[in-house]
Nanobody, 116 residues
Framework: VQLVESGGGLVQAGGSLRLSCAAS????????MGWYRQAPGKQRELVAT???????TNYADFVKGRFTISRDNAKTISLQMNSLKPEDTALYYC???????????WGQGTQVTVSS
């Protein structure tokens, strides 16, 4: 499975960005997809996930009410980010999880920078 992110960039605080992630390859094995982020000097953290079957979503507390994850089609997810804050600045990674066999796939990451 290969993952390619797009949509990052520079935005002022209070602005919006939309990230997209396109999966290719053996996508039939994917059970869920999501977004993680990593700021300089910090550990990678979960932002939001969506289950392929049923569309159940999960969000980190710090993005609830501001970010929305969606599945655009069988192979693409998006993350709509509103009311961005400088602390949202990070490298955002797309993730795809396969249960059988258990494996995490990662994209290269897309930079999001929010200026104050």
């Amino acid at each position: 499975v290969q993952l390619v992110e797009s949509g990052g960039g520079l935005v002022q605080a209070g602005g919006s960005l939309r990230l997209s992630c396109a999966a290719s390859g053996s996508t039939f094995s994917i059970n869920s997809m999501g977004w993680y982020r990593q700021a300089p000097g910090k550990q990678r953290e979960l932002v939001a996930t969506i289950i392929h079957s049923g569309g159940s979503t999960n969000y980190a507390d710090f993005v609830k009410g501001r970010f929305t994850i969606s599945r655009d089609n069988a192979k693409t997810i998006s993350l709509q980010m509103n009311s961005l804050k400088p602390e949202d600045t990070a490298l955002y990674y797309c993730n795809a999880y396969s249960m059988i066999p258990p494996y995490d796939y990662w994209g290269q990451g897309t930079q999001v920078t929010v200026s104050s």
